[in-house]
């Protein structure tokens, strides 16, 4: 179960009624199957994008399902330390504690609700990885990491970490109460999450209730995006049926629905999921491992730049003048 709920949903505000006479529903233009594989030093991952044209997916590059799994005391796992450029990364812990440093100075632990958002714009290191007492006891570890890509000229831009506490996020209802929002960043219905990010997006979590149905009002020029972490539903006005695992692309509109099914598994009493889009920035993209670029030649400057030092060292010092929102 997420843990950032409430207790009585019927408090929170509420999105807007959907005016069915003026809106335009988005059409699923597919769903895909996220393949299971393995992150940094062992840990389990779904690749949530895996499949799926760029073009379709813009401004994201990237994002892992991380679990979700029920580390035995001795096994929780995290990655070692290692470079970026050129993009953005947000890590949403839904449950379970993760420990993030980075060369310039930002870091700290995210749990339970708990999102950190890292600009590594110019370079940076950056390590993230269960603390000590949580590889002691072991225990629930699930999340996800989102790669937001920037335009070429933020490509450079100085570093930022953001540390978005759980009690920051924005809670809202949908209309009849049949579903809980979290929105992370952006806004939704007037809406508005706390993340701060170069390339304008919106990003939420919503869990909801069996047979109860959500319609988000959904910015026109951005594209839509909804990943399944639980559960089982439709999406879209052509209501094209999704589960746990699968990713749902939309195409254009103003209008994204999701419907619950009414029988939901034991072990998922409701259907959770995320719900992503942004404004395309429509530039090339040059990726290859941890860097996201324009060009072939400002991938071979990253890796020199990498291999020479000039991304940052470790340990790194907070220091005052670095940026941490």
Known sequence: MPAVSVDNILVLPRLPKVDQ????????????????????????????????????LDPFIHMDQMGE???????????PWHPH?????????????????????GGGLISDGDTQWMTAGGGLLHI????????????????????????????????????IHRGDVGLVSSHDGGALLRVIAGEVGGHKGPGITHTPIALLHATVSPGAQVRLPWRADFNALVYVLNGTGTVGANRRPIRSGQLAVF??????????????????????VLVLGGQPIREPVAAYGPFVMNTRQELVQAFE????????????????GHDVL
């Open 21 to 56: 006479a003026t809106a335009t529903e988005r059409k699923v233009s597919s769903v895909t199957t996220a393949p299971s594989g393995f992150e940094g030093e062992g840990f389990p991952v779904r690749r949530a994008f895996a499949g799926v044209d760029l073009s379709q």
């Open 85 to 105: 450029r050129g993009f953005e990364t947000v890590t949403y812990m839904i449950d379970g504690t993760l420990r993030h440093q980075d060369s310039n100075g």
């Open 69 to 79: 799994v029920e580390y035995a005391p001795g096994e929780p796992k995290g990655t």
């Open 305 to 320: 730049d990498f291999q020479a030092g000039r991304l940052g060292t470790i340990p790194a010092q907070p220091h005052p």
């Open 128 to 163: 993230e990885a269960p603390p000590e007492e949580v590889v002691m006891s072991g225990g629930l570890f699930h999340g996800f990491q989102l790669w937001v890509n920037l335009p070429g000229r933020l490509k450079m831009t100085a570093p930022r970490y953001q540390d």
């Open 251 to 272: 195409g254009p509109g103003d209008v994204v629905t999701l419907d619950a099914d009414q029988h939901q598994e034991s072990r998922s009493p409701a259907l959770d």
